[in-house]
């Protein structure tokens, strides 16, 4: 045999034909398998369809989106949706919710009414009726709900009292500020938010302490913190010549002297919070008194004894003789010891009965003349409270429906008498006959 020397391949039919037979019989052994593998498969019967099939595909075929799984949803604060009353004169209203002057917006008067939009705790977003959305510390407001209101200030005094912090007091919860002009806390830091400032003779219901301070409840149901040192558990009550003090004549009586306080018109407490009448006037507030009790209701004093110097710089400011009297022409009934600004307690639920407008509010809405306007309940309860007091001897004055006075004859007190320098007596008993 020959081999071709030219490039060195070995051509197919040079083959020796043993060789390729080898090879056929190679191929057919593993070709069976495959062949029978195949057979077997499409021998088995389909699975049995158990969704319709798509007659239709769709235009596109939409991309995989994986969604984080929703947040638990949360309950929504009950103060939102709610109308709120403002309870301070000149209260500031902000455009953040930060007690900084460089925030304020400008202030509103007690009886605003504002809409709760959020409440962020400390401060509620609320929309003013001009539509404007600004920030109020909550705590000069209150809701219009009774209920709600009710809910949210045992809610406040259980945070405060809940702390490890706070220690409760045993026996008679009535303290009273012995300082000229307290600062009233947010929290018991001497650093903290300065909420209102209090005067002597200022009475508040203690709770307990906290780290220097006691929890106490103002004359307006508002929660603050005042420095112990500056509060007392004595009774007291001050002398003067042909005056007596109704804390300790009037033992069931209420008493929020707003001129005594930063809730008036000034922003400011005009004098120490010591309610004095002339002796005359007194016995005959003390008649109704008695009446009031009997029927189930009790005396809630505003005012009483108005120093010359205040009704000065009030009437500086309000400037209208129809509620405040110039004192340039002679002494308002006020000055004389001889005049009251009152509301009445139910004392079935400690709650003040409803009347026109707020105390001091200087506006023809709180007049006598407009009481056809009033709602039937204020003006049922300002009727009662009128023909109670005017059986025990006392006047009114057609613009103010809070206001009586005694224009009999009798004695007077001194016009300008400064009520910081009156000696003060602690008693053990408090009075309750003339």
């Not at 498969?41 to 699975?47: C, G, I, M, R, W």
């Not at 001897?393 to 008498?417: K, Q, R, V």
């Amino acid at each position: 045999m020959k081999r071709n020397r030219g490039n060195g391949a070995i051509r197919a039919d040079q083959f020796p034909v043993s060789f390729k037979s080898v090879i056929l019989a190679g191929l057919i052994v593993l070709l069976v398998p495959l062949l029978g593998a195949c057979a077997a498969t499409e021998q088995k019967p389909l699975p049995e369809q158990t969704s319709v099939p798509i007659t239709q595909p769709p235009e596109e075929t939409p991309h995989l989106v994986i969604y984080e799984p929703l947040p638990e949803p949360t309950e929504k604060p009950i103060t939102e949706n709610e109308i709120f009353i403002v309870d301070i004169e000149g209260t500031k209203y902000r455009s953040r919710p930060v007690n900084e002057e460089i925030n304020v917006l400008g202030t509103l008067s007690v009886g605003a009414k504002v809409l709760c939009v959020e409440d962020s705790g400390e401060f509620l977003l609320v929309e003013l009726e001009d539509g404007q959305q600004v920030w109020i510390d909550a705590w000069y407001l209150h809701a219009q709900d009774d209920t709600l209101a009710a809910k949210l200030a045992e809610a406040a005094l259980q945070s405060r009292s809940g702390r490890e912090t706070f220690q409760q007091i045993e026996g008679e919860p009535v303290f009273q500020c012995e300082a000229n002009l307290l600062n009233c806390r947010a929290e018991p830091n001497p650093a903290s938010t300065i909420l209102c400032q209090i005067v002597p003779g200022t009475r508040l219901t203690v709770y307990g302490k906290d780290c220097g301070f006691y929890l106490c409840r103002l004359p307006n149901g508002k929660l603050c913190y005042c420095a112990e040192e500056w509060i007392s558990d004595a009774i007291t009550y001050v002398e003067y010549p042909g005056a007596v003090d109704l804390r300790v004549f009037l033992p069931e009586a209420e008493f929020d002297l707003l001129f005594a306080s930063c809730n008036n018109i000034t922003g400011k407490a005009m004098y120490p919070a010591i309610p004095i009448l002339e002796q005359g006037t007194a016995e005959m507030l003390f008649k109704a008194y008695q009446r009031f009790l009997e029927d189930g209701y009790a005396i809630k004093i505003y005012d009483a004894y108005r120093p010359l110097s205040a009704q000065i710089k009030l009437f500086d400011i309000v400037q209208d003789l129809r509620f405040i009297a110039d004192p340039s022409k002679g002494y308002s009934w006020h000055q004389r010891g001889r005049a009251v600004d009152m509301s009445l307690i139910d004392l079935s639920t400690g709650k003040e009965l409803v009347m026109p407008t707020p105390m001091h509010t200087f506006s023809m809405e709180a007049a006598r003349t407009k009481s056809s306007e009033w709602s039937e309940e204020a003006r049922n309860n300002v009727e009662y409270m009128t023909r109670v007091m005017r059986e025990a001897g006392f006047g009114t004055i057609p613009t103010e429906w809070w206001h009586f006075e005694n224009t009999s004859y009798g004695g007077i007190l001194d016009a300008d008498i400064n009520l910081y320098t009156l000696p003060q007596h602690r008693v053990s008993k408090i009075h309750s006959d003339p």
